[in-house]
């Protein structure tokens, strides 16, 4: 018999990859994202949340840090896999030993190289252009304490050409997290 595996995605922006995601696993035999959460209540993801039809919480710091709020809404989805898209906040500990081995998160270059605190979003790729690299890509990795630190599961790369911006960078890391995020959440998710 099959269980259904349900994911609940954090993410604290435009939520283009939580979209790929939910999207890639309508209709899976045993995978499904049955929750979308955001520490931020103005992010687009959540817009997105709705015209998908999944349930999403929006959360604060405080509630975050300093209380069960969110273990408690884990349960009660019944979320088994916690996946991370262009989520800005460190894990607590009650959740990471919570879900261990079961969170996830992508991260636009090539780790260990241009992460850690403070890289995030066109900073990182801004980064990389200056650095004078010949090539970016994804890093999707189990996620601990610290930012970006956790083992890597995958990694995938792109050129990064002449005459790039942060912007265009940008849109061709997107391209390859879009191909491979879901299907790599997917064998995770079916490999414990
Ligand atoms: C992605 O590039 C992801 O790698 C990073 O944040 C970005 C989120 O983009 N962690 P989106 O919100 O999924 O569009």
């Not at 349960?75 to 800005?88: E, M, P, R, T, W």
């Not at 190289?113 to 890509?137: F, N, P, R, T």
């Not at 990064?160 to 959440?185: F, K, Q, S, T």
Request: proline share 5%.
């Amino acid at each position: 018999m099959n269980v259904m595996a349900n994911i609940a995605i954090l993410a604290s922006g435009s939520g283009s990859n939580a979209q790929r995601i939910s999207e890639y696993f309508t209709g899976h035999p045993s995978v499904r994202v049955k929750l979308i959460l955001s520490n931020n209540p103005g992010a687009y993801v959540l817009t997105r949340a709705h015209s998908l039809g999944i349930p999403s919480e929006v959360f604060n710091r405080d509630s975050f840090y300093n209380s069960d709020d969110i273990l408690r809404i884990l349960k009660q989805y019944d979320i088994s896999f916690i996946v991370l898209a262009g989520f800005l906040w460190l894990i607590p500990s009650s959740i990471l030993e919570a879900y261990p081995g079961r969170i996830v998160n992508i991260h636009p270059a090539l780790l260990p190289k241009y992460g850690g605190k403070g890289m995030y979003g066109q900073k990182v790729h801004e980064a990389v252009i200056k650095a004078g690299e010949l090539e970016s890509g994804i890093s999707i990795h189990y996620v601990n304490a610290h930012y970006d630190e956790g083992d890597i599961i995958f990694q995938a790369r792109c050129p990064v050409l002449p005459g790039d911006n942060a912007e265009r960078l940008a849109g061709r890391i997107h391209e390859l997290e879009y191909e491979h995020y879901p299907r790599v959440i997917e064998e995770v998710v079916g490999g414990w």
